[in-house]
């Protein structure tokens, strides 16, 4: 017997579940240049310094755009 669905909970895509990669994905993508920027910083000097910095400052740079957006929402 299958269960009933409404037509809304059918189209609406929160509610259909997403595989491990589609949730982790930009989480690891985040976390790997932020290793990056890591690694710039221990070995490198001059432009690798700026590069680290670039790449480490993107978490920050992400949490003030999310966290403007929702603000705006309300």
């Known amino acids: 017997m299958r269960p009933i669905v409404s037509k809304a ?3 609406d895509p929160a509610r259909h579940s997403r595989s ?5 994905r930009v989480p690891l ?6 290793a990056v920027g890591l690694g710039l910083a221990l070995v490198g ?14 978490p920050v740079a992400l949490a003030a755009f999310h966290w403007h957006r929702a ?3 309300r």
Do not use: K, Y
């Not at 491990?20 to 982790?24: A, L, R, S």
């Open 9 to 11: 909970d059918a189209t």
């Open 71 to 73: 603000g705006r929402r």
């Open 29 to 34: 993508l985040v976390g790997l240049v932020c």
């Open 20 to 24: 491990g990669w589609d949730v982790f």
């Open 45 to 58: 000097d001059g432009i690798w310094d700026d590069l680290s910095w670039l790449a480490l400052s993107l």
